[in-house]
């Protein structure tokens, strides 16, 4: 529901009907929080690199805020595609979260989050990008010939400081994920998609289970980067 309506954690919330979606017949209402508005937004992205014509023999996809909800997410759902992943994080010692998940690759973001040229050696045939500003611009500036970068965060910042260089040079795309005003039928394309692809077993992995009482202490932690995946809050308890 975002920030800007109360309830997110009450038992009984009144809410708009066009906000809503029907749960999934393959989850429980516990595995659709453990997804969320993170894993949700995931499967948008990965459903716009398919649809824009990525392919797994075309080469390696970046994930950046690998650790996140998001990012988490969208790692699972990209092996379960067959695509070869790069994930980027400044956490080290999860490494091995990351690659059971399907990671191939760990990226340290330091390599992507400091100012870069305008073009550089191409790696990536797409890009699941939430951090933005300078680790967009260089995962731009890094993606392969008439590749795409599918952007939907700004952990980093809101800036873009790049040039026109990739998209003019190698016809780069960049392709804007937008979860709130997204109209309803990919909204349920996007649940249809994770309620096939998504395994149990990464939503495991992935989320982790608080009380109400632990939210306040949990949200320190996750502003302060401690937390990985995503957290689901037992209201009743």
């Not at 595609?81 to 990351?98: H, N, S, W």
């Not at 003019?168 to 795309?173: T, Y």
């Not at 979860?179 to 996007?190: T, Y």
């Not at 149990?200 to 009380?211: D, F, K, R, V």
């Amino acid at each position: 529901m975002g920030e800007t309506h109360w309830g997110g954690l009450a038992q009984v919330a009144r809410l708009k009907g066009d906000w809503l979606v029907p749960l999934p017949a393959a989850f429980t209402g516990k595995q659709a929080m453990a997804i969320g508005t993170a894993g949700y937004t995931a499967a948008l992205c990965v459903d716009a690199l398919v649809k824009f014509g990525v392919t797994p023999d075309q080469g390696e996809i970046l994930v950046t805020g690998a650790t996140g909800g998001l990012g988490s997410v969208a790692i699972a759902l990209l092996k379960k595609a067959g695509f070869t992943i790069a994930a980027a994080t400044g956490k080290a010692r999860e490494g091995d979260y990351l690659k059971q998940l399907g990671a191939e690759t760990i990226v340290d973001r330091a390599e992507l989050s400091a100012p870069g040229k305008p073009m550089q050696k191409e790696r990536w045939a797409g890009v699941i990008d939430s951090v933005g500003s300078q680790t967009l611009a260089n995962a731009v500036a890094q993606t392969k010939y008439r590749g795409a970068v599918a952007a939907c965060g700004l952990a980093q910042g809101a800036d873009f400081p790049a040039t026109v260089m990739p998209f003019i040079l190698r016809g780069v795309s960049l392709l804007g994920i937008d979860s709130v005003m997204a109209p309803k039928a990919p909204r349920l394309a996007a649940w249809d998609c994770l309620a096939r692809d998504l395994d149990g077993s990464a939503l495991e992995l992935i989320a982790m289970e608080i009380a109400l009482g632990d939210a306040i202490e949990a949200a320190k932690d996750l502003l302060k980067g401690k937390m990985r995946g995503r957290i689901v809050v037992d209201v009743n308890r």
